[in-house]
């Protein structure tokens, strides 16, 4: 059985960071990419980039200069970096893989 957990989000001041974690029980986490979306309210959920198995990332120009993606296949988890953050961050944060999604964490930019 497949279960990506999100954690890490929560309530932060504009220009602030946050770490994202999503781990991954059920995969040989390794062998697989692990992605990240986002869904403001709404709003249609909205990629953020993703991390391939040898960890080569990939994100949007709209986030690439404040977000960073990492993976520590040892921890079976994936990481998403946020700086810089602005109000319109605010959203649910999703990691997936192979059609499996988790829960999501919510993040919130606000003074």
């Known amino acids: 059985q497949v279960q990506l957990v999100e954690s890490g989000g929560g309530l932060v001041q504009p220009g602030g960071s946050l770490r994202l974690s999503c781990t991954a029980s059920g995969i040989l986490f390794s062998n697989y990419a692990m992605g990240w979306y986002r869904q403001a309210p709404g709003q249609e959920r909205e990629w953020v980039g993703d991390i391939l198995r040898g960890g080569n990332t990939r994100l949007p120009n709209s986030v690439k200069d404040r977000f960073t993606i990492s993976r520590d296949n040892a921890k079976n988890t994936a990481y998403l970096q946020l700086n810089n953050l602005v109000p319109e961050d605010t959203a649910v944060y999703y990691c997936?893989?192979?059609?499996?999604w988790g829960q999501g964490t919510l993040v919130t930019v606000s003074s």
């Open positions: 997936c893989t192979e059609g499996y």
